[in-house]
């Protein structure tokens, strides 16, 4: 059938098994760029567009809260008063909001916070809910792990109308070829949920955003008929569906997850999609909003293996597992040999008539950027980072970067200390003389 959602029979049966990610997990997913990544690794050629940390191998990503999984959120995040000390002596003035959970000693958390109630618009950090929304559709359907897995890596959709209109370029690899070309999302392009989802996550695209979101609508709307849907029966249903329905049915898929892990609406919700084409059939449903705690709320049940189940916690962390250029927070050099996953957004406004040489991401009307990530030290050092600002006339870049150097400098400076004590402790009490 033209436009076949889904490659039914042997090629489901074939990737059934371990399901593994990052630069070696190609074969698993599908996702094209990293047969060229993996492929660098094996025959040893020198490839600098990305640091130490990002060739982390799949047996490497863990979840680092799995012994505290029944251990409520708010037991996690119970502040630490001398780590939200030391925090807020380094905290810019103006409108940064920060929460950071330190797991390098899973039994011994701590967390601070500085402004962590106050909402943002989320930008593209709010893809995260998108990401949220397919897994927790496709899990309603496969209860199956294995079952999921397959599905992502051969469940292939095509962009439409939806996926157009943004000027975030993805690349695009010819495995053939040997070619990688980098460009905007067409209306023809055809690729697995899989590499949608690495679309929307590593590079950020507004339109591979938009194709997911609607495929999680689909996913609600169709049930166990969604693996057998074509795209003319999937626009039909577009087209027959009141806009109001289609409009509540959006809200709901994409927030209502959020509510199941206990972050509620003034914390973090998603107002609509990422590209202007759903517009033809759905109304967005009030702004988009995030506060650092409701982000940290998802990423601190994400290491406990709560959203949804341990599985897709894992692939999730995976997808948010960056081989790609790091940016902003994330670009600290002090993180150059770090694990990090991560996902950084900005959304900005200019009024040319107050200043005509108002730039990108430093708008004067508004100027919102976000990063989250999670940092994984060789040394054990592990943490969390949710940091939210709106500055205006000025590209926070260079102060997310340079905040993400001085909260690494105070846990691994704290850990030091800890370790010092300790080392002094045991000194003492083997230190019994002759007795």
Known sequence: MKGKYIVLGILIIASLGFMKYPIDGYDSTGIARLYQLRQFQRDSVRYTRIPAGAFKKLSDIKLNLLDRKKDSVADLLVADNDFERKLKRIMPSGAYSVAIMDMSNPEKLRYAAHRENVGYQPGSVGKIAVLLAVMDQLAKLCPDWDERAAYLKNIRVTSRYWGTGDHHTIPVYDIETDKLVKRTVRASDEFSLYEWL??????????????????????????????????????????????????????????????????????????????????????????????????????????????????????????????????????????????????????????????????????????????????????????????????????????????????????????????????????????????
């Open 198 to 435: 690495d679309h929307m996550v590593s590079v950020s695209n507004n339109g591979a955003a938009s194709v997911l979101y609607r495929e999680a609508m689909l996913m609600a709307a169709f049930g166990q008929e969604y693996f057998f849907l074509d795209a003319e029966k999937a626009e039909q249903y577009f087209e027959d569906t009141p806009r109001d329905s289609l409009t509540n049915l959006s809200h709901r898929v994409v927030n209502q997850p959020l509510r199941d892990l206990g972050i509620e609406e003034n914390e973090w919700k998603l107002g609509g999609f990422f590209t202007r084409g759903s517009g033809r059939h759905l109304s967005r449903k009030g702004g988009s909003i995030g506060t650092p705690k409701g982000l940290m709320k998802f990423l601190a049940q994400l290491e406990q293996g709560k959203v949804i189940d341990k599985a897709a916690s894992l692939e999730m962390k995976r997808l948010l597992y960056l081989t790609d250029r790091r940016i902003r927070y994330a670009y600290s050099k002090r993180l150059d040999s770090a694990a990090v996953y991560f996902k950084s957004g900005s959304y900005y406004k200019c009024d040319r008539n107050k200043n005509p040489n108002c730039s990108s991401y430093a708008g004067n009307v508004f100027n919102y950027m976000n990063s989250v990530i999670i940092v994984e030290h060789d040394n054990g050092i592990k943490y969390i980072v949710c940091l939210m600002s709106n500055v205006l006339n000025k590209n926070s870049a260079g102060a997310h970067m340079y905040l993400a150097s001085k909260i690494d400098d105070i846990i691994n400076s704290d850990a030091n200390v800890r370790k010092l004590e300790i080392k002094e402790e045991e000194y003492t009490l083997d230190d019994g003389g002759d007795n």
